[in-house]
């Protein structure tokens, strides 16, 4: 299905300086496999990395460098060009670039295509770390935001001078599903709804203590931003958590601390078309909660008594009335991992589960990574090897665009 998605796009494609740049072959490379045009824009210090050849015997059109170019100008001026595009890429986008994006620079080709475009700008921005976290960059990026440029990144990794942050440009397969996102969106002509759970809750002991657990909320904060960019409506429900919930206008988000204010909130958002159950909800609760704050003072032992909390997986996978078209549910495992995941996918009934080792540091609770197996009803397992969990999002809410649209191929 999505190979339809690019079919005849057409995508104005500006290459800045970094060794990154040869990221952006492969990206050509696979724009055009599925049907795109391409055309580029390389900048002078994008000249240093790549070459004009290159990139003209990939994309099957010419490079456009230079703003006075004759040449340039009578085939097709910056406004023509800009205008041309269905969308407009920036890869890798450096400091300078997004300087000179933010200031409303037009000095040469790559800036004036910028300014003079009334299409979608995708930045996939690629710099040092330290670049990267510059307040003046940051102020940059955003002033862009605000202005309606996409952000495409950047990831947290290993920098090409040895350093490591973030800063590192986004893998060639986030970059297509951003754009696969963004043109779906647009195809969309019935809006789906879906509802996220994501974060820890806390089950209060006493107005002081509580019981929670590591999870940061941030693979569910990734799922349903790519739901939102694909064009569901999308409600986040969401635990107490550390996140930039900066520029997330386009999600409706619902601030809850108990498992039990988390199951509520899901109840009254029902019904939706798909539901994705991230959310580490703690299993037990305090059986009481203590009024005020427990005194040590004589106090040698102390007991406390438990009841299980609400099941909100459980919940909304046998609700007869609202249940979702399909539900996606998460576990999180320190060993016999598939094996556990088989038996909560049969125990809750959902669809999907998405397992992933959290006794592994590198993926899971705060990390900015993880790699998970999607389990189905049929005791399918897809694994999505470690990435970034903006690219694991992105690939999860594709598959759960193409299931929800019956066009499935062999994972059903």
Not at 336 to 349: C, D, F, Q, T, V
Request: aromatic letters at 8%; one cysteine or more.
């Amino acid at each position: 299905m999505f190979e339809s998605i690019f079919f005849k796009k057409k995508i104005l494609l500006i290459i800045g300086g970094g060794i990154s740049a040869y990221k952006v072959l492969e990206v050509i490379r696979e724009l055009k496999k599925n049907g795109s045009e391409i055309k580029t824009i390389l900048t002078k210090s994008g000249r240093e990395f790549v070459t004009p050849l290159s990139i003209s015997a990939l994309s099957q059109n010419k490079v456009f460098e230079n703003l006075f170019d004759p040449s340039n100008e009578s085939e097709m001026d910056h406004i023509t060009l800009a205008r041309w595009c269905d969308v407009l890429l920036v890869a890798p986008a450096t400091a300078n670039l997004l300087s000179n994006f933010a200031d409303g620079k037009a000095s040469d080709f790559a800036t004036t295509a910028i300014l003079a475009s009334n299409k979608p700008i995708f930045l996939a921005p690629a710099m040092n770390v330290e670049m990267w976290n510059k307040e003046i960059n940051l102020q940059n990026v955003e002033k862009l935001k605000k202005n309606n440029f996409r952000f495409i990144g950047p990831t947290i990794g290993e920098m090409a001078c040895g350093e490591y942050g973030e800063g590192k440009m986004s893998s060639v397969d986030e970059i297509i599903f951003t754009l696969k996102n963004y043109f779906i969106s647009k195809n969309q002509k019935k809006k789906l709804s879906a509802l996220v759970t994501a974060g820890p809750t806390r089950e209060y002991i006493d107005p002081v203590r509580f019981l929670t657990n590591e999870s940061s909320g941030k693979q569910g904060l990734e799922i349903a931003k790519s739901l939102s960019e694909i064009g569901f409506q999308t409600k986040l429900i969401l635990g107490p958590n550390k996140l930039n919930l900066k520029n997330l206008s386009d999600l409706d988000i619902e601030h809850v601390k108990t498992g039990d204010e988390m199951l509520n909130a899901c109840k009254e958002n029902l019904p939706v078309d798909v539901a994705v159950c991230t959310a580490a909800v703690s299993d037990f609760k305090p059986k009481e909660v203590f009024k005020n704050k427990i005194k040590k003072d004589n106090l040698n032992t102390f007991e406390l008594a438990f009841e299980k909390n609400g099941d909100i997986l459980s919940f909304i996978s046998q609700h007869n009335k609202n249940r979702p078209k399909l539900v996606v549910g998460f576990a999180a495992e320190t060993e016999n991992y598939i094996e556990n995941a088989k038996k909560k996918l049969e125990h809750k009934h959902c669809d999907w589960i998405v397992v992933n080792n959290v006794k592994d540091s590198s993926i899971g609770f705060n990390s900015e990574f993880n790699e998970v197996f999607i389990i189905n009803k049929n005791n399918e397992i897809e694994k999505l090897s470690k990435s970034p969990k903006s690219e694991i999002a992105k690939k999860l809410a594709h598959k759960i665009f193409e299931k929800l649209h019956n066009n499935v191929g062999n994972f059903n």
